[in-house]
């Protein structure tokens, strides 16, 4: 009697473990994004639904976490920063009240557009994949030299003709770098690595780039118009027109120039994405 008895209470036992293991592996995710489309800097609510009660869920895009909450409504805002183009994996764990991890994930897509702010700066080309293109910084170059801080430069490199006539600016400053002499030409600061808000590969717009952003910059910061005074709204290319003279722009007239290469004028880094 006392074996049957002990059959039938491992069996209870069996049958009571069998149903909590089926209510874990029950735990069911569905994961739910306000806009089906992420873009840079714009906030977006996430949130996730569960057929049971959880200790806590936890959020990822692309394996990195973006958020964890506990309270009943499983929802957080998040606001893409430095999102590449294209598709992503939003990941979603919960935690049960027994400590077993859940999961469930599905692809959102991010669409990058011109005036985002992204990787250093603002976005102002985007090629027809819209996954690569080109960025501005959101300020004019400045930098500190024995003279105090500059805010404009000499193209430099006076009485030289590089061939920096290539539509790749960033093979354009690379020459004026290795032929620059002195702090006030543009191309000295490139002599060495420079980083500018986090990035390393900042170059002088060729006049072909430099024309783009000229009719797009409206998507970026920091352009100031002078009445007053026309150079003020001159930047530096880098493409050179020959031993005296290299390519500038006015900013806010729809016409290019050449200008001396002694003359300073602002200049504005882009970078490739």
Known sequence: MKKIILIFVVAILALSCNKESEEENDVKINIIVNDSILYNGVKTEISANVNQTVEAITFYIDGKNIGSISESNFSIEYTPKNLKAGNHILKCTATSLKGKIFKNEKTIKCVLRLGDTFEGGNIFHLGKS????LISSNEDF???SNNGE??????GCYNKFLEAKSEDGKLNTSKMAENSTNQNEIGYYFKTELTYNGYSDWYIPSEMELNLLRDNMQYVEGFIYDQNHS?????????????????????????????????YLKVRLIRKF
Do not use: C, I, P
Request: charged letters at 15%; glycine letters at 6%.
């Open 231 to 263: 150079m003020n709204n001159y930047y530096w290319s880098s493409t050179e027109a020959y031993l005296y003279e290299a390519r500038a722009l006015n900013m806010f007239v729809m016409a290019g120039n050449q200008q001396d290469k002694l003359k």
């Open 150 to 155: 500059l805010t404009e430069f000499q193209y």
């Open 142 to 144: 400045a930098a500190n």
């Open 130 to 133: 819209g996954e690569h293109g």
